[in-house]
């Protein structure tokens, strides 16, 4: 199977991959079939997991690599340099994307919503909260196919693009879930809450395939790259993720969820990739 996939052109396993986290997404979602709320404790351990595989697959799966790639492509004692920038312009554009699209992060009042002002329900400010992290998701993803498919990155091959994609997808099932049952228990419909629910990772395919071709294309970039769909998650991981589960008095656990998670997905790509 390994084999069929590998034959396929890195752009077309990008996509694919990005569908997988998406469907995992779907996934979750469906959960709010079964519940209609969704135990605070839990929510904040599904919030450390996610940090958890999000800041283990930045180093492994992104940053590493971009060093490594420089290393070897004549950078020398500069090998950090592409890394830095990179890192850095990731958070800046999610900083800014922060700032042009109004949103409301799970478990905030809507008076605390983000961004432009807006006229929007508090239900569209969450979905648009939990959509803006999933670019970087589809980002990462995309670039990892993008680079192993073509050994552009110094130690990155598909068995450990695919673990990246393994770990999004298994963080994404509870995203999923920590979105539509919100939804659901704020008196929406099950099919309201599962649509906005899905719908959220519906960037992860289509930035899965932007990362890829951008790889493809311009293989100068790569270490950039590579670097910037880690800052972008970092920042995700440090302005929403960690403060979300660490406010409800659910601390401990949710830090446990974080170790958990971390350890998940260090397993995850250093044995795949």
């Given at each position: ?7 396929f052109?890195?752009?077309?396993q990008?996509?694919?991959a990005?569908?997988?986290t998406w469907?995992?997404?779907i996934?979750?979602?469906s959960f709010?079939?079964l519940f209609?709320t ?5 929510l904040?351990v599904m ?6 595989v999000m800041i283990a697959a930045?180093?492994?799966s992104?940053?590493a ?5 420089a290393e ?9 340099v592409?890394?830095a920038i990179g890192f850095?312009f990731?958070g ?11 949103h409301?992060?799970?478990g ?9 002002t ?7 400010l969450l979905f648009?909260?939990?959509t ?7 980002l990462a993803v995309?670039?990892?196919f993008g680079a192993?498919?073509h050994?552009l ?16 997808g298994l963080?994404?099932i509870?995203?999923g879930?920590?979105l539509s049952?919100?939804i659901?228990a704020?008196?929406?419909s099950?099919w309201?809450?599962f649509?906005l629910?899905?719908l959220s990772?519906i960037?992860e395919p ?6 890829a071709l951008?790889?493809?294309s ?11 769909a ?10 929403e993720?960690?403060?979300e589960?660490?406010?409800?008095g ?8 974080l170790?958990?998670?971390f ?6 790509d250093?044995?795949l990739?």
């Amino acid at each position: 199977m390994l084999e069929t996939f590998s034959g396929f052109n890195p752009v077309l396993q990008a996509l694919i991959a990005g569908l997988f986290t998406w469907g995992c997404t779907i996934v979750g979602s469906s959960f709010v079939f079964l519940f209609k709320t969704v135990n605070r404790k839990v929510l904040d351990v599904m919030s450390g997991f996610a940090a958890g595989v999000m800041i283990a697959a930045s180093f492994w799966s992104l940053l590493a690599p971009s060093i490594t790639f420089a290393e070897e492509n004549g950078y020398g004692v500069w090998a950090f340099v592409p890394a830095a920038i990179g890192f850095l312009f990731g958070g800046v554009f999610l900083r800014l994307t922060d700032a042009i699209i109004p949103h409301l992060h799970l478990g905030e009042p809507i008076e605390n919503r983000e961004g432009p002002t807006t006229g929007a329900s508090r239900n569209v400010l969450l979905f648009l909260a939990i959509t803006i992290h999933n670019i970087p998701e589809g980002l990462a993803v995309g670039v990892a196919f993008g680079a192993a498919a073509h050994g552009l990155a110094g130690g990155n091959t598909l068995m450990g693009a695919i673990g990246l994609a393994l770990g999004i997808g298994l963080q994404n099932i509870p995203e999923g879930s920590a979105l539509s049952m919100p939804i659901r228990a704020d008196g929406s419909s099950r099919w309201k809450a599962f649509n906005l629910g899905q719908l959220s990772a519906i960037v992860e395919p289509i930035s899965a395939v932007i990362g890829a071709l951008a790889v493809v294309s311009m293989q100068a970039i790569l270490p950039y790259a590579l670097a910037f769909a880690a800052g972008a998650m970092i920042f995700v991981v440090v302005e929403e993720l960690i403060p979300e589960s660490q406010t409800n008095g659910n601390s401990d656990i949710a830090t446990m969820g974080l170790m958990v998670g971390f350890t998940i997905m260090m397993i995850l790509d250093v044995a795949l990739g």
